[in-house]
């Protein structure tokens, strides 16, 4: 691939993220099937990494037209509906998927546009 | 000891005798027999609720319904003057299933002006009527007047749609709603559009989930990681006890605290909580509408300062969920069998305005998945050993008296169909005893 085809996918200030860009993911059922696919290094990485950066994503976030966000600035809310997904693992179960919910599976029909 | 007042007989479940206070079979879960009397006394007899106005935006808006255990699919549609209406999904030619795309037993949605047949091409327009047959004079005396659509009862309350497949039905949504419909009516759903909208297939009866969500004595054990660890040890030491119980006809209500939004403590909750002050019981600041304040008298009824949600228990397979920080959630189970059910979670919140709001909601939405799972995969478990008939009665307590309620509710149901299959069953509505 070409020089000019790998760009910043995020925001300039929050260019500390970029190697966390493939968590930039449209929908619900993306970013669930990435948790489940990831290993507990790789999810702590990308929370150690993503959750001291919340509050200033949302300073960041919080000054743009929520229904108008260019194209950057989705990205960026995408991948922190990723690290709230991923807080779980992180921060109550441990590992990727919910305890005890071997068979069980929920999926999302209807989700927000943005 | 208790932590919040009971009736003066000494618990919720005496305030209505009717209910007693044995152990309770479950053979009604798990009897195939049982199923299909219930699918004709209740899913054929009674309204259910099958979704909101909102997804109905304009004329020519609508949406298809599988209502398997109603033995029906129903198309739910706005017409050109702006009324809803309910149709069974039935061309009237030879009965092709009139609207679906690619899978017939798949639910669809989508804008039209008008529905027309795949199969050879009759019109019906967006009230029902027939207005175009393919080569009409190949027919014999055939009138398109008496070739509309089969209507389904249809009714609109606070935006909730509900159709009954019953023809013979008299009482309106409002009179089945009753006292703890009426209670709540005026709350503002119409300002709570943004939705996220969840589907599960879960291998238990449809009673079984309903009662997994109509008590909170499992919280402190079920969901116990899902607290820091020493709020889970004080949780699990308390127990639960609900503020208040209201049970009326087929319907009931339980009323709880909820310290959780905003939590008294921010190391109670997890960081990512605290961080964006949001969690299982919502966002943590209500948004700013009018409505929720004060709020429909049917709601905290016992006026505590604790109050965190009140859940609502619409007979048969709806639950309506109001919570403190001014968000609702609706629950529906749809049986597909005696042992199998299709489950639907779906969350409404007013519109975020910035990306904060929005992502307090997304933990919201993603906290309700991760409980909502850790019940479902109980059920499977807890379908599977009630079949073996090795244990056949259960001791129910006092914070389980929906469950109770619920099973004896379905149970009169069936009887009443089997002394009169053709006489619609009206719950007689026993007041409490005060």
Known sequence: ?????????????????????????????????????STMDELQTFYDAASPRLEAILEYLDALELRGLPDEATRLLWLSYSLVNVSFPVE????????????ASMDVVIEPAV | MPYFDKPAEG??????????????????????????????????????NVGRVEQLPRAGSYFTRELQAAGTSVIVVRGTDGEVRA???????????????????????????????????WRYDLQGACTFVQQESEFFDLDKADYGLAPVQCEVWEGFIWVNVDPDNTLSVAEYLGDLGAGIAGYPFDKMTQV???????????????????????APVLHARQAVADESRKLQGYGYEALAYEIEGPHGMVSSWGGM??????????PIER?????????????????LDPLPPGLNPARSPAWG?????????????????GWYLTYHYWPTSYNSHIFEGTLYFVPPKNATERLRQELAAVTFKEYALQDGNTLEATQMMLETRAVTTFPLNDQEILLRHLHKTAREYVAAYQRDPNTPYTPVRVPAVS
């Open chain 2, 11 to 48: 618990s919720w479940t005496a305030h209505y005798p009717e209910l007693g206070t044995a152990p309770v079979s479950y053979e009604d879960s798990i009897s195939p027999e049982h199923y299909e009397l219930e699918r004709r006394a209740i899913f054929a007899k009674t309204w259910l």
């Open chain 2, 275 to 291: 961080t964006l002050r949001s969690g299982l019981f919502g966002p943590w600041d209500r948004p700013d509408i009018d409505g």
């Open chain 2, 309 to 325: 949600i009140d859940s609502f228990v619409f007979f048969p397979n709806f639950m309506l969920l109001v919570w403190a920080p």
């Open chain 2, 196 to 218: 996220y909208k969840y589907r599960a297939e879960v291998g238990s009866n449809w009673k079984l989930f309903i009662d997994a969500f109509a008590e909170f004595y499992h």
């Open chain 2, 261 to 270: 939004a905003p939590p008294k403590d921010p190391s109670m909750v997890k």
């Open chain 1, 1 to 37: 691939m070409s020089e000019e085809h790998i760009v910043s996918v995020l925001p300039a200030e929050f260019a500390d993220l970029e190697p966390f860009a493939d968590w930039s993911l449209r929908t619900e059922a993306e970013r669930y099937a990435k948790r489940l696919s």
């Open chain 2, 87 to 121: 149709f069974h999904n039935i061309c009237r030619h030879r009965g092709n299933k009139l609207v679906w795309n690619d899978f017939p037993r798949e639910e669809t949605s989508g804008v039209c002006r008008q529905f027309t047949c795949k199969y050879h091409g």
């Open chain 1, 92 to 103: 109550v179960w441990r590992q990727p998927r919910v305890p005890d919910s071997g068979a």
